[in-house]
């Protein structure tokens, strides 16, 4: 037996998390995942308006809230029979451009790059340009004021972290930069959306923000800033970090995981949804020679509660998904049911989505040497951002040229209204992963509704066939020489940007036991 | 508590905080440039203790939309974020020990965001903790606390669900509670107010529901650019009709005339837009009875909005005044002051 290392709470990231994992021989040799936080959201939404869904699952997180309104809405555009005009998808979708981009630049530099920099390093920094002296007199100013919060304290640098003082300033330079540059996406996205976070104007059949050849203009300039610093800060840093002191993370494959993928695709570049941003497809057991790709049956998507707080049942398929707990099977520890893929455990999530649409940047890492995991899941996650950049000028310029059309719509108002009875799935490619949302209506209310949202993939506990959760299998053999220093267990959980306030939806807190920091 | 760092006038305050866009801009400025003034001399920055219970990290990401000041110069120039989990570098027993060391120290602003639950404490949980205990620790030595969001505030969205959610002044009634709801919190509030704390040494002035004045003073429908479109009932039934899409969303569920609350002329995210002007309309989040009380959100079909339209029939809500109107129509631009 292992030491375990409890690490709660797990920070920068959305939501609460708690991982503990053992370690024998400066190894992790075991993982678990546990979320600590509860609302009971599907339960408030039973005998609702379906019409409240987009808005309140919004809220089951403020990061990515706009995805939750996506496949809500989708999933009640099937259930009361609209149709979204191509007008109100292309609305749609410029709004979740703007939560894509915002949302994978603050992931990198805000909520990860502290985990690959020693920050003290720019001290050290002897060349003359004036912007990163600037950031180097602020860090130092901070250090001689003996306040450098929230940058310290944190876990010890460790040999992988970098200390070229060149590179540290600079990627702390475009940390602070990326300040804005994430604010002025959100900006840019609340053009469509109304506001942000939470967008107002995601209804069931389509958008509410009437457009106007301002906004589409307003929208392009601030895209432009947009698409300058991911091309030339976001990618190239990135980049410089995997293929450089990162690089031996990235042959080591360091947070693997299964090394099976699913996308449900999503995001229609033309009208007839044949071209899209995520192609969808399956792929298991990846052979980097191969890279077969099955199409994606969500048919063959069942929830398992073996390991979680629900009376015990079979696995079964999200429509027919129970809540009733039991919280004295000794053998759940989570509050997170397993979803699987035709009794498999998935990544979904940008590595995925690129690994699934053969990417050539990312399949270029791998032919490197590169393994996936924590390395290439960030390089992923960059490299898609450019394609959402692409996306959303092709977006706009399809808006102007359908804004002229005889008849212009941006909402089916035919189908607005409940239906007594219906149902429906809506599925769409969140930031982090595959998200699906399922909801049945009687008597023109709410009468069930459940979500399989990308954490519940990637934070899952155990099935009934013992396959690990994503996170609990990427941290198998993760090196932690120092118990005190788990610094490679939260690199590798944050590089699947957790979001655990969308993973819990539902549950009963009996038997969280977690302890802060418990080293037995 | 103590004054921090010095003290500006209140009057630049109240222009900050409370103005029109178009006096904001300006005054802003000022006021950035005398908070600096003032803290060049402060020994310390001041602490912030920032905890996070039933939420969504919306009201966090809302504070990181900040561009003016941006939110690198409020981290990093004017204020010491001690502990925020969205934030931090430290984690697990790091994160901790911080807390512990900030909550001994004292001090601090306390910025509550998400909502607490009651029917168990084991609903939401921190490093093994309860929620509602660190909440009621951290409030002893609190300088100030700010009840971030509608549901640090009055419990807002989970406050419908099974948890027993309540706002931050159901769990600390010792002390004073500086509400900002909305759902999330405006990034201007948050900042205003703290300034306004930090500088001043006072809590805003309030409402009776702890709301600060300077930005719940006012109903949305007063400043509502649609009024016109209410008073004379003309309401948006079909959003693809051009002719419609400035009128009164009144059918489409907006609660403006219930709500107290700047949006209108604060507008959002840098004043891109705002949730009437997108077309969806105003879903109450400023009010205690968000979310149950305002559901149904898109159409008229709430008691709310009922008793609403009862009130207009009655005449209980008032026209905009027919001089004030004519003057905004004819004079145009010149008239904004």
């Given at each position: 037996?292992?030491k375990?290392i409890t690490v709660?709470?797990?920070?920068?990231i959305?939501?609460?998390l708690?991982?503990?994992?053992?370690v024998?021989n400066?190894k992790v040799?075991?993982?678990w995942?546990?979320g600590?936080?509860?609302?009971?959201?599907?339960?408030?939404?039973?005998?609702?308006?379906?019409?409240d869904?987009?808005?309140?699952?919004s809220?089951?997180?403020?990061?990515?809230y706009s995805?939750?309104q996506?496949?809500s809405?989708?999933a009640l555009d099937?259930?009361?029979?609209?149709?979204v005009?191509?007008?109100?998808?292309?609305?749609?979708?410029?709004?979740?451009?703007?939560?894509?981009i915002?949302?994978?630049?603050?992931?990198?530099?805000?909520?990860?790059?502290?985990?690959y920099?020693?920050?003290?390093?720019?001290?050290?920094?002897?060349?003359?340009?004036?912007?990163?002296?600037?950031?180097k007199?602020?860090?130092?100013?901070?250090v001689?004021?003996?306040?450098?919060f929230?940058?310290?304290?944190?876990?010890k640098?460790d040999?992988?972290?970098?200390r070229?003082?060149?590179?540290?300033l600079?990627?702390?330079?475009?940390?602070l930069?990326a300040?804005?540059?994430q604010?002025?996406?959100?900006?840019m996205?609340?053009?469509?959306?109304?506001?942000?976070?939470?967008?107002?104007?995601?209804?069931?059949g389509?958008?509410?923000?009437?457009?106007?050849?301002?906004m589409?203009?307003k929208f392009?300039?601030?895209l432009?800033?947009?698409a300058?610093?991911v091309?030339?800060?976001?990618?190239?840093?990135?980049?410089?970090f995997?293929?450089g002191?990162?690089?031996?993370?990235?042959?080591?494959?360091?947070?693997g995981?299964?090394?099976?993928?699913?996308?449900?695709g999503?995001l229609?570049?033309d009208?007839?949804?044949?071209?899209l941003?995520?192609?969808a497809?399956?792929?298991?057991?990846?052979?980097?020679?191969?890279?077969?790709?099955?199409?994606?049956?969500?048919?063959?998507?069942?929830e398992?509660?073996?390991y979680?707080?629900y009376?015990?049942d079979?696995?079964?398929?999200?429509?027919?998904?129970?809540?009733?707990?039991?919280l004295?099977?000794?053998?759940?520890?989570?509050?997170?049911?397993?979803?699987?893929y035709d009794?498999?455990?998935?990544e979904?999530?940008p590595?995925?989505?690129?690994?699934?649409a053969?990417?050539?940047?990312?399949?270029?890492?791998?032919?490197?040497?590169?393994k996936p995991?924590?390395v290439?899941?960030h390089?992923?996650r960059?490299?898609?951002?450019?394609?959402?950049v692409?996306?959303?000028y092709?977006?706009?310029d399809a808006?102007?040229a359908?804004?002229?059309r005889?008849?212009?719509?941006?909402?089916d108002t035919a189908?607005?209204?409940?239906?007594?009875?219906g149902?429906?799935a809506?599925?769409?490619?969140?930031?982090?992963?595959?998200?699906?949302?399922w909801?049945k209506?009687?008597?023109?209310?709410?009468?069930?509704y459940?979500?399989?949202?990308p954490?519940t993939?990637n934070?899952?506990p155990?099935?009934?066939?013992?396959?690990?959760g994503?996170?609990?299998?990427?941290?198998?053999?993760?090196?932690?020489?120092?118990?005190?220093?788990p610094v490679?267990?939260?690199r590798v959980?944050r590089?699947?940007?957790?979001c655990l306030?969308?993973?819990?939806?539902?549950i009963?807190?009996?038997?969280?036991?977690?302890?802060?920091?418990?080293?037995? | 508590?103590?004054?921090?760092?010095g003290?500006?006038?209140?009057?630049?305050?109240?222009?900050f905080c409370?103005?029109?866009?178009?006096?904001l801009?300006l005054?802003?400025?000022?006021?950035?440039?005398?908070?600096?003034?003032?803290?060049?001399?402060a020994?310390?920055?001041?602490?912030?203790?920032w905890?996070?219970?039933q939420?969504?990290?919306?009201?966090t990401?809302?504070?990181?939309?900040?561009?003016?000041?941006?939110?690198?110069?409020l981290?990093?120039?004017?204020l010491?974020?001690?502990?925020?989990e969205?934030?931090?570098?430290?984690a697990?027993?790091?994160?901790d020990a911080?807390?512990?060391?900030?909550?001994?120290?004292?001090?601090?602003?306390?910025?509550?965001?998400g909502?607490?639950p009651?029917?168990?404490d084991?609903?939401?949980?921190i490093?093994?903790r309860?929620f509602?205990?660190?909440?009621?620790?951290a409030?002893?030595?609190?300088?100030?606390i700010i009840?971030?969001g509608?549901?640090?505030?009055?419990?807002?969205?989970p406050?419908?669900?099974p948890?027993?959610?309540?706002?931050?002044s159901?769990i600390i009634k010792d002390?004073t509670v500086?509400n900002?709801p909305t759902c999330?919190?405006h990034?201007?509030?948050l900042?205003?107010?703290?300034?306004y704390?930090?500088t001043?040494?006072k809590?805003?002035?309030m409402?009776?529901?702890?709301?600060?004045?300077?930005?719940?003073?006012e109903?949305?429908?007063?400043?509502c650019?649609?009024?016109y479109?209410?008073d004379n009932?003309m309401?948006?039934?079909?959003?693809n009709?051009?002719a419609?899409?400035?009128?009164c969303?009144?059918?489409?569920?907006c609660?403006?005339?219930?709500?107290?609350a700047?949006?209108?002329?604060?507008?959002?995210n840098?004043g891109?837009?705002?949730?009437?002007?997108?077309?969806?309309?105003?879903?109450g989040?400023?009010?205690?009875?968000?979310?149950?009380?305002?559901?149904?959100l898109y159409?008229?079909?709430?008691?709310?909005?009922?008793n609403?339209?009862?009130?207009?029939?009655?005449?209980?809500?008032?026209?905009?005044?027919?001089?004030?109107?004519?003057?905004?129509?004819?004079d145009g631009?010149?008239?904004?002051?």
């Open positions: 037996m292992g375990k709660d709470p797990v920070t920068r959305e939501g609460h708690g991982i503990t994992v053992e024998e400066g040799k075991d993982a995942s546990s600590t936080m509860a609302r009971g959201f599907e339960a408030l939404l039973e005998g609702r308006d379906p019409r869904a987009p808005f309140v699952t809220r089951f997180c403020g990061v990515c995805v939750h996506m496949a809405v989708r099937v259930a009361f029979g609209a149709e005009p191509w007008g109100g998808t292309l609305l749609r979708n410029l709004a979740m451009g703007a939560q894509f915002y949302d994978h630049v603050l992931h990198f530099y805000h909520l990860s790059a502290l985990d920099i020693d920050i003290m390093a720019v001290a050290e920094y002897q060349g003359k340009d004036k912007a990163l002296n600037a950031v007199d602020k860090v130092v100013g901070l001689k004021a003996k306040d450098t929230p940058l310290t304290p944190r876990y640098p040999e992988f972290c970098v070229d003082p060149d590179m540290v600079s990627s702390v330079k475009h940390y930069d300040l804005a540059i604010a002025k996406a959100r900006n996205g609340a053009i469509f959306g109304g506001r942000q976070p939470h967008y107002q104007s995601i209804v069931v389509g958008c509410t923000q009437h457009p106007d050849v301002n589409v203009a392009r300039t601030m432009d800033e947009q300058k610093f091309n030339e800060v976001y990618i190239p840093d990135v980049l410089a995997g293929t002191p990162l690089f031996p993370l990235a042959r080591a494959g360091l947070g995981g299964h090394y099976n993928y699913l996308s449900y999503g229609e570049l009208k007839a949804g044949k071209d941003v995520f192609p497809g399956v792929m298991m057991d990846m052979d980097p020679a191969k890279m077969e790709v099955a199409p994606c049956d969500p048919q063959k998507i069942t398992s509660v073996k979680a707080w009376e015990k079979k696995p079964r398929h999200p429509y027919k998904g129970q809540q009733v707990f039991d004295d099977r000794k053998e759940a520890y989570s509050f997170i049911k397993a979803p699987r009794g498999r455990s998935m979904v999530g590595l995925a989505r690129m690994l699934l053969k990417n050539p940047d990312v399949i270029g890492l791998l032919k490197k040497g590169a995991g924590v290439t899941r390089a992923a960059a490299i898609e951002t450019r394609l959402m692409d996306a959303c092709r977006w706009c808006l102007l359908e804004m002229t005889p008849g212009f719509k941006i909402h189908h607005y209204e409940p239906p007594e009875t149902e429906g809506g599925f769409f490619e969140a930031p982090r992963g595959a998200l699906g949302h909801v209506i009687k008597d023109h209310k709410i009468a069930n459940q979500c399989v949202v954490s993939w934070a899952s155990r099935c009934e066939k013992q396959y690990r994503q996170y609990e299998e990427a941290l198998i053999g993760a090196p932690v020489p120092d118990p005190e220093n490679n267990v939260v959980v590089s699947f940007d957790p306030a969308c993973a819990i939806h539902l009963d807190p009996r038997t969280n036991e977690i302890k802060k920091f418990l080293v037995e | 508590m103590n004054k921090l760092f003290e500006i006038s209140r009057r630049d305050f109240m222009k409370a103005g029109t866009a178009a006096v801009g005054s802003e400025v000022e006021l950035i440039s005398k908070v600096t003034e003032v803290m060049a001399v020994p310390s920055k001041p602490p912030v203790l905890l996070s219970g939420d969504c990290a919306g009201c990401i809302s504070l990181a939309g900040a561009l003016n000041p941006p939110l690198s110069s981290i990093l120039d004017r010491s974020l001690r502990y925020h969205a934030l931090m570098a430290g697990g027993n790091v994160a911080t807390y512990e060391e900030t909550v001994k120290e004292g001090g601090y602003v306390l910025c509550v965001e909502a607490i009651t029917a168990d084991r609903f939401c949980m490093g093994g309860p509602r205990q660190m909440v009621e620790e409030s002893q030595k609190a300088g100030a009840a971030v509608a549901c640090a505030a009055f419990g807002g969205i406050a419908a669900g948890t027993g959610a309540v706002g931050t159901k002390k500086i900002l999330p919190v990034c201007d509030h900042i205003g107010t703290i300034l704390v930090l001043t040494g809590v805003p002035p409402d009776k529901l702890g709301r600060p004045t300077m930005y719940f003073g109903l949305i429908h007063e400043n650019r649609r009024r479109y209410f009932e309401f948006l039934t079909d959003w009709d051009p419609q899409k400035n009128w969303l009144y059918e489409k569920g609660k403006g005339p219930d709500t107290y700047d949006c209108p002329v604060r507008r959002w840098d891109q837009n705002f949730c009437i002007d997108c077309g969806a309309g105003c879903m989040c400023a009010e205690p009875e968000f979310y149950d009380g305002m559901s149904p159409t008229a079909e709430s008691e709310r909005s009922k609403m339209m009862a009130r207009k029939k009655a005449g209980l809500i008032p026209r905009v005044k027919e001089d004030v109107r004519k003057e905004v129509v004819t631009q010149e008239n904004h002051g």
